[in-house]
């Protein structure tokens, strides 16, 4: 018995071990020989399917029937055996079909049986008709049930028949159904509940090995029955028939499914009269892993056999040669055994028809890394056998869906060194469905086949095959087999082509346009990007024409050779002109040019034309060409596409990308910075269609796109849209933003009362010296609002105010108390220190120059400051006030208070840190100030014969002795110093070559380098993170720190707590802080988040109100498009957790949010679960909200058009009960926004700020819901600042003066920005334009910002003259923006500035003509 149990234990490791998808075992396919011909899409046409693309209950993508699926006696009468299964794909459709018929024709037995594809149960009718097939089955089937909520259902369905079934057999899928298994005596009843000795050592040696465990566990299930065979006893029987009917299963052909079906009914319904021998026959089985192609007479298992038939027999019957591009396919087993690879032949004959040899491999289990190694390398030397690899399971290289090892997948891609594209099949839609759908592809599909495969490196999720709907057969999509053979060529092409020969197109962008804004991109020097580019590509070989020299080619040499005059206006003749396309030539190469014309009537049109011509701006350099992709097409009439949920490009857009392909033939294309116009360009969100205009303009050229590393969310649309290879670059070095002008006084002022506080006759004139010295540097509105709410403080100051104008005359600092000066000046200096150490990025990043040491300070600095439980790492500023007995946040708090002793203890603890970061550094600098090597921590102390290491000398200076001896010093410095190697590490040029080398591109985190230092070194294929892993355990702990802060604050402010929050939740915010935001929903509405025993957080928990302790605050959530696309099923999660509080039954005093879905739902008639739709964004392929757009181009009215705008374009309701379907519901989010008493945000990064660029006021809805409300009250509108270890909440008028105080009114800022030139300029007057947006839409900007930026760049001549030199283009913009911040009552100021405004723009006109002329 103990033996018997030992193999029962390690029959569940094996379905544990191995569960997760959809690679499974397999059987021996009876393939006929046939032509090596490209296959046709032609079964649609002879099995016709009704299409409805919203699905039988208006949201589902399936529209397929389970009927479809039953099959019976062909003469009916009284059903004998009825088998029920539940599988994620219809591959095994057919199977299961025919073998059904087979059982009725040959045995007798009348047999039914009705499948059911996993998604079909998201409907309540098919979830009926399941529960009523169940209730007369004999036997449920289910496997890769890996959807919790649609797990839930099928647990509770079969769950409530188990008893009374004959048989409940569940392969690989979520615990909870996995536990219904039921054969006799055997169960998995305590699967996942208990620990054993047997399954630990089976999780060791997976962990080992993934790939040489599964191979191992695959011989055991073919040698196991063998074995249980002849043990006695019903449960070594049941549990060989388990084991069987999982060979028999993963086997897949008719013949096993017959003999699995007949086997379980002579087993377990009673049919002792069926023959073994001759009726239940053995599993029929293929090798583990293979080499298999359709052509062959064999599974081949060595690379040496294969290579054999096919040198000798296959490539000379199909011409193929021997130096042919060989591309690797990755396929699944199950779809060989089932008969259904109809979509793999389809891609092998396109391949084979091009001229390539193909290398076929698949795998019996989920880690594919082992078969890669076998068979994807020459058994002669080791070295790559393939070109380029495509994934076709569109899954996961290690683990499929459920339990990835995205290292191994890394390793094992980066030592095989070639480009890796991963294709999606579509599973849960029929490819009529996914052409008929806006969104493309299915949410559960870009989460388990896009966003994962990314993870391992993979690029471009092409679209190859769909389900046909009666049949579940897989069905190639001609084009886009011909579009994924075509690219994954290309890709190889690369590999062989010299360097001297291959044509190189690099893309630069000018958004927006007519702004003197040729070369934009956030935070690069593109010009001196490009100029390090060009001198790599020349040193390897490429060919830059005769004319260039890298020794005296400069940035601004390059600059004028695309411009000819870098102040030229955009559409001036004065750029050069590379290319004249005439439009005979553009309707010939651009087969979809007549689809343009309904927005753009006939080439060639208004844009990038001479009036006869389609004019292509740039400058070739021999095989280089450096173009300027031309703009959206807004700025001749910028409000023309504003309200379209989409548009297309015009002709000038189209011409340049036929140009690149059709006329330069580009080998690849480099699309410069973040980021361009290509990849929002209208189309599907995910899995582009032949008529998708990124598809169409990207064409077949392998897309290479450098992207900033902060920006992971828009790089992965560049990715998943356009086909890009990312390439991360580093955003610029940060300082701390330091103190300038009037705040240096008042901190000197600060510094003397220090001294002094207690001296009654010189501290009270130094404090009223402070609060005059505050009015002067705009301090005072800060102060005033935090004593107005600070009731003890208020009244400790006699009920007056002192930063309040008409009191302060009246108030002097002797009438009070020493507690109460200490506080005004405790205040004061807080805010100072908050200014002083801002983050602030300085200036433009150039291409492949890492920071210098000295630049990389104030990044560790900030790395330091951060608690990492999870890598077992204490913040400095913690370890540093535990040493000295206090609690940090109790610390935090009383600064934040004003608490002057508290207040100097953390500058203290500020400027030690700072200072032991800095010796680290210094240690391992060198004399040019480059870091050549960190120096490990033990060289160090050995060299030193035990002396102290540097940063612990420091510390002990800095007045932190005790501190300085603490054993948490040691692994926080050791994580330092690998950081420091990360920041000053490059590899951005390099992985470039590489890339144009047609080498695979390392993939890595995009994010914050504080939060996430795994992010550096740049020069990495960037991706997002597993969009099923967000909120973090961590990332709730802080949401709720941050909620809590925000309902204290509103309560302190004013008085009582919100009943209705509006929250923007963007895509990069997400993906950097783990789900912060999207958390905080969850903590205001009181739901908890709880993950599957996956991990993959998709279960909700409500929490109860005793234990909230608080009333349940609505919400109305708006997410951006990017986090739409990234983020689906977070807002699936989102609105079932608003809709399970909606639904909850507690007093409406306690429960906001259903307080209002009853009111709504009172109001426009309909159910309170439709009324409490709380999640909205864009239509899908749209993006923002485009009042960003008309506030860059002036072409606005009113600020009731930008709200409707805002309305019209963000009012598409999401709702969980219809997946996939983004619905207009302008009148429900109107009504949702009417009850809002707060708007929301959040900042996470100090790399990117409010006024940085126009997103943030983009989605901001504070005047919105002000138009709304009923009383016309003005929302009160808060940001979180999570940027440091103290997190803050703060208003948004204090965080935009923050913002203008670090930033656009910071000599250290701007003249940072000017040393940068051309581009730097227009940094400046872009963060102007941003400032005033907000003005716009929520009136939060004080005078003084618009004051004082024109005293720094207006009045003072030289800054001018400076200005117009660099950039006159965007100082027009600057003097623009200033005056129209007047005209529109933003900005209130003499009227001899407007006048001195008025001249100078005029001034600029003169000087740019006279240039231009």
């Known amino acids: 018995e103990r033996r018997m149990m030992l193999w029962t234990v390690v029959a569940l490791a094996l379905t544990t071990g191995c569960h997760a998808l959809v690679t499974p075992l397999a059987v021996q396919p009876r393939l006929k020989r046939s032509p090596v011909l490209q296959m046709t899409s032609t079964l649609t046409k002879e099995t016709p399917v009704t299409i409805n693309s919203e699905g039988p209950t208006g949201g589902m993508f399936t529209a397929s029937s389970p009927e479809d699926r039953r099959v019976g006696p062909p003469d009916g009468g009284e059903i004998e055996f009825k088998v029920v299964y539940v599988v994620l794909e219809s591959q095994y459709q057919s199977s299961m079909s025919a073998a059904v018929r087979e059982i009725n024709e040959k045995t007798g037995i009348k047999t039914e049986c009705v499948g059911y594809l996993l998604e079909e149960l998201r409907d309540p009718a098919n979830v009926a008709a399941f529960k009523r097939d169940l209730a007369d089955a004999n036997v449920f089937v289910g496997s890769l049930i890996f959807v919790q909520e649609l797990a839930d259902v099928v647990a509770e369905a079969v769950k409530a028949e188990r008893e009374r079934l004959d048989a409940v057999v569940v392969f690989p899928s979520m615990p909870e159904v996995m536990r219904l298994n039921k054969l006799g005596s055997f169960t998995m009843a305590s699967l996942g509940q208990s620990k054993s000795v047997i399954s630990d050592f089976m999780k060791k040696k997976k962990a080992e090995d993934q790939s040489s465990f599964e191979e191992a566990m695959l011989k055991l299930l073919r040698t196991l029955p063998k074995v249980l065979k002849y043990l006695p006893g019903d449960k070594a029987k049941d549990a060989k028939t388990f084991m069987m009917s999982f060979q028999y299963w993963l086997g897949g052909s008719p013949e096993n499914l017959r003999s699995m079906l007949l086997n379980l009914a002579k087993q377990y319904s009673g049919r002792e009269e069926l023959d073994d021998a001759l009726i239940i026959a053995e599993p029929v089985l293929l090798p583990d892993k293979g080499i298999w192609h359709p052509m062959a007479p064999q599974v081949y298992e060595t690379v040496d056999e294969y290579r054999e038939w096919l040198d000798k027999e296959h490539a000379p019957f199909a011409g193929l040669e021997e130096d042919a591009p060989v591309v690797g396919l990755v396929v699944q087993k199950s779809h060989i055994n089932t008969g259904d690879a109809g979509h793999y032949i389809s891609l092998i004959s396109e391949l084979e028809a091009r001229g390539a040899r193909v290398v076929c491999i698949y795998s019996g289990g989920l880690d594919f890394s082992g078969p890669v190694r076998d068979y994807f390398f020459s058994s002669r030397g080791g070295k790559p056998a ?45 490819f009529q469905e996914w052409e008929a759908s806006e969104l493309g592809l299915h949410p559960v599909q870009v989460a388990l086949q896009v966003s994962l495969p990314e993870l391992d490196g993979a690029i471009e999720p092409i679209i190859y095959a769909g389900r ?88 601004e040499s390059l600059m004028d050779a695309v411009l000819h005059d870098k102040e030229a206006r955009f559409d001036s003749p004065t750029l050069n002109v590379a290319y004249r396309m005439p439009v005979s030539e553009y309707y010939d190469l651009t087969p979809y040019a007549h689809e343009l014309e309904e927005n753009w009537g006939k080439a060639p049109g208004e844009l990038n034309s001479d009036g006869q011509n389609l004019v292509i701006y740039g400058v070739k350099l021999g095989n280089v060409f450096i173009g300027v992709q031309p703009s959206f097409g807004y700025e001749g009439d910028p409000m023309r596409l504003l309200f379209s949920r989409s548009a297309s490009p015009h002709h000038g857009f189209a011409a340049y990308y036929t140009y690149l392909e059709r006329i330069f033939k580009a080998d690849a294309v480099l699309h410069f910075g973040t980021h361009g116009s290509l990849e929002f360009m ?160 300085m200036g433009l990043h ?152 047609g080498k695979y591109i390392e993939p890595g985190p995009g ?99 005793e234990e909230l302790g608080r009333p349940r605050v609505d919400v109305v959530v708006t997410c951006s498009g990017v986090f739409r696309d990234l983020f689906v099923n977070q807002m699936n999660l989102l609105d079932r957790a608003i809709k399970l509080a909606a639904e ?67 009012g598409f309701a999401f709702n969980s009960d219809k997946p996939g379907v983004i619905d207009q519901q302008t009148e429900l989010f109107k009504a949702a926004l009417s009850t809002v008493d707060v708007t929301f945000q959040n900042l996470d990064s100090s790399e990117i700020s409010i006024s940085d660029v126009s997103h943030y006021y983009d989605s901001d809805p504070t005047k919105v819901v002000q138009g709304l409300r009923k009383d016309g009250r003005s929302p009160a509108a808060m940001m979180a600042d999570t940027t440091t270890a103290n997190a803050q909440v703060r208003t948004l008028s204090e965080t935009v003066r923050l913002d203008a105080r ?86 209130d100021t003499d009227p001899e500035n407007i006048d001195r405004l008025q001249e100078l723009y005029q001034e600029i006109e003169d000087k740019i003509e006279g240039v231009a002329s």
């Open 386 to 430: 393939v070109d380029s690899v495509i994934n076709l399971t569109g899954f996961a290289l290690v683990g499929g869906p459920a339990a990835q090892d995205h290292p191994k997948a890394v390793k094992t891609l980066t030592e095989l060194g070639v480009p890796y594209l991963c294709a999606v099949p579509l599973v849960f839609q029929s």
């Open 468 to 555: 046909e709907g009666v049949t579940g057969k897989s069905v190639p999509l001609d084009d886009r087999v011909s579009m994924l053979a075509s690219r994954a060529l290309k890709w190889a092409t690369l590999r062989a082509k010299e360097n001297k020969d291959k044509h190189i197109a690099i893309t630069i962008f000018s958004f927006p346009p007519d702004k003197g804004n040729v070369g934009t991109a956030a935070y690069l020097d593109v010009f001196g990007s490009i100029c390090a580019v060009a001198k790599e590509l020349d040193k390897r070989g490429y060919d830059l024409g005769s004319d260039f020299d890298p020794e005296s080619v400069t940035p």
């Open 682 to 841: 209208p189309g599907k969100q995910v899995g582009m269609a032949q008529d998708c205009y990124p598809d169409r303009l990207a064409g077949t050229i392998p897309n290479l796109y450098y992207y900033a590393a902060n920006n992971p969310s828009e790089a992965t649309i560049a990715k998943r849209r356009s086909y890009a290879a990312t390439i991360s670059y580093l955003t610029p070095p940060a300082e701390n933003a330091g103190l300038y002008k009037g705040l240096k006084e008042v901190q000197e002022l600060v510094s003397s009362y220090q001294g002094l506080r207690e001296n009654e006759g010189r501290g009270p004139s130094i404090v009223n010296s402070i609060v005059a010295a505050s009015f002067t540097c705009n301090l005072d509105t800060d102060m005033a609002e935090f004593i107005k709410t600070d009731e003890k403080l208020h009244e400790a100051l006699g009920m007056k105010n002192p930063f309040l104008a008409d009191e302060t005359a009246s108030f002097d600092a002797k009438d009070v108390s020493l507690d109460a000066r200490d506080q005004i000046v405790g205040l004061v200096y807080r805010k100072l220190m908050e200014i002083e150490s801002r983050l602030l990025p």
């Open 846 to 997: 150039t291409v492949g120059v890492p920071p210098t040491a000295d630049e990389a300070v104030a990044t560790l600095v900030s790395i330091a400051e951060i608690d990492r439980p999870e890598d077992d790492v204490i913040g400095l500023p913690r370890i540093l006030a535990n040493s000295m007995n206090r609690d940090l946040e109790e610390v935090y708090k009383n600064a934040n208070n004003g608490v002057l002793e508290d207040v100097e203890f953390l500058q203290k603890i500020t400027l030690a840190t700072r200072a032991a970061v800095k010796a680290l550094v210094d240690e391992s600098t060198g004399a040019d100030g480059r870091v050549m090597e960190v120096i490990p921590m033990a060289k160090i102390m050995a060299n030193a014969l035990g002396a102290k290491p540097q940063y612990r000398v420091s510390l002990s200076k800095s007045g932190f002795s005790k501190g300085s001896t603490d054993p948490a010093l040691t692994p926080l410095f050791e994580y330092l110093e690998f950081c420091l190697k990360q920041v000053v590490a490059d590899n951005e040029l390099g992985a470039l070559a590489e890339a144009l080398n």
């Open 1007 to 1105: 994010g914050d380098p504080i939060r996430n230092p795994a992010v550096l070194p740049t020069g990495k294929n960037m991706h997002a993170l597993d969009p099923q892993s967000i909120p973090t355990s961590a990332a709730v702990d802080c949401a709720k720190r941050v909620v809590d802060k925000l309902l204290a604050r509103l309560e302190k402010d004013t008085g009582s707590m919100p009943e209705s929050v509006a929250f923007t939740l963007w895509g990069t915010d997400n993906i950097k802080t783990y789900g912060e935001s999207l958390a905080q929903v969850l903590e205001l509405v009181g739901v908890r988040p709880l993950p599957d025993a996956l991990g993959r957080v998709n279960k909700l928990q409500l929490i109860p109100l």
């Open 1144 to 1210: 909850a039954d507690e007093p409406l005093d306690q429960n906001f949010v259903r307080k209002h879905a009853l009111q709504q739902a009172e109001e426009m008639g309909c159910t309170v679960r439709d009324a409490a739709t709380r999640v909205f964004s864009n239509a899908a392929g749209s993006y923002s909200a485009n009042v960003g757009l008309a506030i860059e181009n002036g072409g606005w009215e009113s600020e009731n058009q930008l709200q409707d705008q805002f309305i019209q374009r963000k």
């Open 1302 to 1387: 670090t930033k656009l009114l910071n000599p250290k800022f701007y003249e940072g920005m000017l040393n940068s030139g051309y581009e730097g300029a227009r940094e400046i007057t872009k963060r102007l334009r941003n400032t005033m947006g907000w003005s716009a839409t929520s009136g939060a900007v004080d005078n003084f910002v618009y004051e004082d930026a024109n005293d720094t760049f207006i009045k003072d001549p030289e800054m001018q003259r400076r200005l117009l030199d660099t950039n006159p283009n965007a100082f027009r913009d600057m003097v623009t923006t200033f005056l129209e911040a007047n005209g529109r009552g933003y900005w």
